[in-house]
């Protein structure tokens, strides 16, 4: 049926109510499960045996009738003396009342659903009432004096605005209604309208909810909210949104048959993972919505207690140290070390630190920074946590560790024993366990003396390793090791040593055969032996004298020497014979040109510093390209014969530097010697065409440097174009390879044909770098320019 007067300031609600009512004056008395009488007031009443007009109606536009809230059960009699259980001026009612925020603003019914079949003039009255909730003042429609509604054609009551609605059966007279005849009516429906003007209550649940800090989250543990919302009429939908998330409640099923129509209270719980809203930091807006029976939304931004602002910080928390006494903490010191550390946190701020020293207890970072000392590697390890709090309350924190190095013990240092091969070299034992031994020196002095030698070092990560030069020297010396690490830590031993006498010797090389000139006797001679050094007081100051020994008779060998007069003036009419002697010298050739591409021979003679042969003796002939790098490799070994001489052939290469190495013996000492060949690089002009070309006309000229590559741009070669003995140089840019070959060409300017001249042409290399080659030239090429070429 056609609705009238519907309310836009709230929202409908209605009531189906299904009343069986019959009343006869010839009912019998009341008995227990009658209606009740109410004595006129609305207070409201129950029946017994028909059932009470209870809470009804559905919300919003109800679609049908449903299913009758009162109804007649089988012991509801059909006819009842009504004046039995009506007195005189009271009523019957049934009534439903709505419950507190909804207001009943109009009933509805169709024709037929309320009918009055007998309700005749003899005091009986049907009809509807309400009480206004504003003034208390009751109203309402009835029927009477033989009416119906059916036959009125009523739809409705409308503008009610009450808590209460009801169907009343009135006995309007003073005296008795009994005899009166059986009123007859009946309620097949009626539709209720209310109005519900609130907005449900919605508020937020959880540790979150109630967080006005900053918040964080870890991975995979996110924040629990719980959603709570309730209203009279119900909660029938409810929403959750933060950030781009929306989260919706349970569906919910409608009661179309009493004022509640929807669950209430609701509540459901959700998950929040800042971090996939807020990364790192920032806010979260955070809104819950509810909407009750009458379509009345609460939302975040209605409720303060719905609506939420989280103040997220994820960005992480980190530690950062400064060294401010150890620039470089990777590498050793061998001093205590100061370490500051600094915490970093987002918005949320640091909350604290804790630092640990090697795994140690924990302790609060000291304001003054923390002091590491002790050798060995140690670990400064600190964690610090920022002000957010995540869903068990704690804090997030981060961790971070340097690591400091310190050495303040100086290497281990021993003399390994001296070695019968090798009795001139000095091997001492050194280790560090911390820093590690950056290397040390050796050096030695007579014993008791300050007069120390210092000894050419090497170290091979265990020794240091040296060898001395014990020609003429005897008697006890004293040798002195230190060994450092790499943080400066020193340590020092010494060993006395009793030296041998061993002979220096002599290593003559040569690119030429070797002329010898030297002239040997063979002498007797006394020498002291079996002595030694002693330091006595002389004069009033100390002197090195030589103590015990005895004479003995030897046999030297010495050379002749060469010797020369002149006459010296030495005065303006005054002069005097000066003689001068020289022990004569091998003649020797240590440099030498040699061709490209051929063999060279050298020549060594291998003696004693005297002169005396030192035959059978290996020569280890070792060679450098003669380009700066000093990458000297063994080619190969010679035998001294027995004169002392020795040879050997080396194969064709650059320009080199050729060392002769000999190891000396336990009586005589090493030495060696060294020469140089010179070789000029091998330029070739492989073609040159046309050779006779008109004025302007161009040359091309192919050509390769043999004897190493050709850098990009020809930086090695030039080309020379002359004539007569004059010429001009250009360089060579085209065409260049790797392999030194080489194109380019030649343009001659314009010129009188009738004039004929011959040019040359020549490629020159240059000195450059590290190649190992002299600078060479190529051949000349003639070029006829001008004439008439055929």
């Known amino acids: ?130 009480r206004d909730v504003n003034s208390g003042a009751y109203g309402g429609s009835t029927l009477a004096n033989g009416q119906e509604w059916f036959n009125t054609g009523l739809e409705g009551s409308s503008n009610i605005n009450s808590q209460i609605y009801g169907i009343q059966l009135v006995c309007t007279l003073s005296s008795s209604c009994l005899g009166l005849g059986p009123p007859e009516f009946s309620v097949s429906g009626i539709e209720l309208e209310g109005a519900e003007t609130s907005a449900p209550y919605v508020a937020g649940q959880g540790p979150l909810w109630g967080s006005d800090s900053y918040v964080w989250n870890p991975p995979g543990d996110p924040w629990p909210v719980t959603l709570y919302a309730s209203d009279v009429s119900g909660i029938c939908s409810s929403t959750a949104y933060f950030g781009s998330v929306q989260l919706n409640g ?51 931004a209605s409720e303060s207690t719905a609506g939420k602002t989280v103040y997220v910080d994820n960005d992480p928390v980190g530690v950062s140290f400064r060294t401010p006494n150890d620039a470089n903490p990777s590498v050793w010191v061998n001093h205590a070390v100061t370490v500051d550390a600094t915490p970093s946190a987002g918005p949320s701020g640091v909350g604290g630190m804790d630092c640990s020293v090697d795994d140690g207890s924990v302790k609060t970072y000291p304001a003054s920074g923390l002091t590491v000392n002790g050798d060995g590697v140690h670990t400064v390890t600190c964690t610090a946590w920022n002000n957010a709090v995540d869903p068990q309350g704690q804090p997030n924190t981060g961790t971070a560790s340097t690591t400091i190095r310190i050495d303040e013990t100086p290497p281990s240092i021993s003399f390994e024993p001296q070695d019968p091969s090798d009795p001139t070299g000095l091997v001492v034992d050194t280790s560090d366990s911390e820093s590690g031994v950056a290397g040390g ?140 002697c020289e022990t004569p010298k091998a003649t020797v050739t240590t440099s030498l040109r040699v061709p490209y591409g051929q063999s060279v021979t050298i020549h060594g003679l291998y003696t004693t510093s005297q002169g005396l042969p030192l035959p059978g003796q290996k020569v280890d002939i070792l060679t450098s390209p003669n380009n700066g790098t000093d990458a000297f490799t063994q080619v190969t070994a010679a035998t001294t014969a027995a004169d002392g001489s020795w040879s050997a052939t080396l194969p064709a290469g650059p320009s080199q530097i050729i060392r002769a190495v000999t190891d000396g013996t336990s009586t005589i000492l090493p030495s060696s010697g060294q020469v140089t060949t010179i070789v000029p690089a091998d330029i070739r002009l492989q073609r040159v065409w046309p050779r006779h070309v008109p004025w302007g006309g161009t040359v091309h000229l192919v050509g390769q440097l043999l004897g190493g590559y050709l850098p990009p741009g020809g930086a090695l070669v030039r080309l020379r174009i002359g004539y007569g003995s004059a ?37 020159a290399s240059l000195p450059m770098g590290n190649y190992p080659y002299a600078p060479a030239a190529s051949q000349r090429v003639p070029v006829i320019v001008g004439g008439h070429p055929g």
């Open 441 to 580: 020196s050796l050096e030695m002095a007579p014993a008791g003396s300050n007069a120390w030698t210092i000894l050419p070092t090497s170290f091979d990560g265990a020794h240091l390793l040296s060898h001395f030069d014990d020609a003429g020297l005897h008697g006890p010396y004293t040798v002195r090791a230190t060994s450092c690490d790499n943080v400066g830590n020193c340590a020092s031993t010494t060993e006395q040593l009793m030296l041998p006498l061993r002979v220096a010797s002599d290593s003559q090389v040569s690119l030429t055969k070797i002329v010898n000139p030297l002239r040997r006797e063979v002498v007797a001679e006394r020498v002291l032996v079996g002595w030694h050094w002693a330091t006595i007081r002389r004069g009033g100051s100390l002197r090195r004298v030589k103590r015990g020994g005895h004479f003995r008779t030897v046999k030297v060998v010495k050379y002749v020497e060469r010797c020369t007069t002149t006459r010296v003036r030495v005065a303006p009419h005054r002069w005097e014979r000066k003689r001068t």
């Open 1 to 130: 049926m056609a609705r009238r007067g519907r309310k836009t300031r709230g929202i409908a609600i209605a009531a189906s109510i299904a009343v069986c009512l019959s009343a006869a004056l010839a009912a019998p008395a009341a008995r227990a499960g009658d209606i009740w009488v109410t004595e006129g007031n609305m207070n409201g009443g129950q029946t017994g045996g028909c059932g009470a007009f209870a809470a009804g109606g559905d919300f919003g536009i109800y679609p049908g009738y449903g299913t009758p809230i009162f109804t007649a059960p089988s012991a509801c009699p059909m006819s009842i003396v009504a004046g039995s259980i009506v007195p005189p001026g009271q009523n019957a009612y049934w009534m439903t009342t709505a419950p507190p925020g909804v207001t009943i603003v109009a009933a509805w019914t169709a024709n037929g659903d309320v009918t009055a079949g007998s309700v005749n003039e003899n005091g009986w009255a049907v009809g509807d009432f309400w």
């Open 727 to 763: 010429y001009n140089t250009y360089g060579v840019q085209e065409h260049v390879t790797g392999d030194g070959r080489f194109s380019t060409v030649a343009t001659f300017g314009p010129g009188d044909p009738g004039i004929q001249r011959t040019y040359w042409f020549q490629i």
């Open 250 to 300: 349970p569906t919910e099923q409608r009661d179309n048959t009493a004022w509640q129509q929807c669950p209430n209270p609701v509540s459901w719980s959700f998950s929040v993972d800042t971090r996939s809203q807020v990364p790192a930091a920032g806010t979260l807006p955070i809104s819950l919505s509810a909407t009750n029976a009458a379509g009345n939304e609460a939302t975040g």
